[in-house]
């Protein structure tokens, strides 16, 4: 199966927005729920926000509730992530993968950088 390529990340100032692209392949992105992860340097991967495969459900983590905003165009096979009031906790590497996350599916990711 094709990797899903991540895009959009890039060095920001606190308060900034950036917003991430996910090109998924045709075959999984349809029929299943995708999320967006995130590692930052010495943490486990997070599942930050995920939406349903028809794209009328979506949850978030805690710690972005109200600030990032998932997104999928199925004609595009894309999910995006909008992230808004970013700041330095969110500096990290962000994925997305269906949800749950299938283990040979993840792509390179794109880094997230906020500073203070």
């Known amino acids: 199966q094709v990797q899903p390529v991540e895009s959009g990340g890039g060095l920001v100032q606190a308060g900034g927005s950036l917003r991430l692209s996910c090109a998924a392949s045709?075959?999984?992105?349809?029929?299943?729920?995708m999320g967006w992860y995130r590692q930052a340097p010495g943490k486990q991967r997070e599942l930050v926000a995920r939406?349903?495969?028809?794209?009328?459900?979506?949850n978030y983590a805690d710690s972005v509730k109200g600030r990032f905003t998932i997104s999928r165009d199925t004609a595009k096979n894309t999910v995006y992530l909008q992230m808004n009031s970013l700041q330095p906790e969110d500096t990290a590497v962000y994925y997305c993968?269906?949800?749950?996350?299938?283990?040979?599916?993840w792509g390179q990711g794109t880094q997230v950088t906020v500073s203070s």
């Open positions: 993968n269906s949800v749950p996350a299938a283990p040979n599916y």
């Open positions: 045709g075959r999984i992105f349809v029929f299943v729920t």
């Open positions: 939406i349903s495969r028809r794209g009328d459900t979506t």
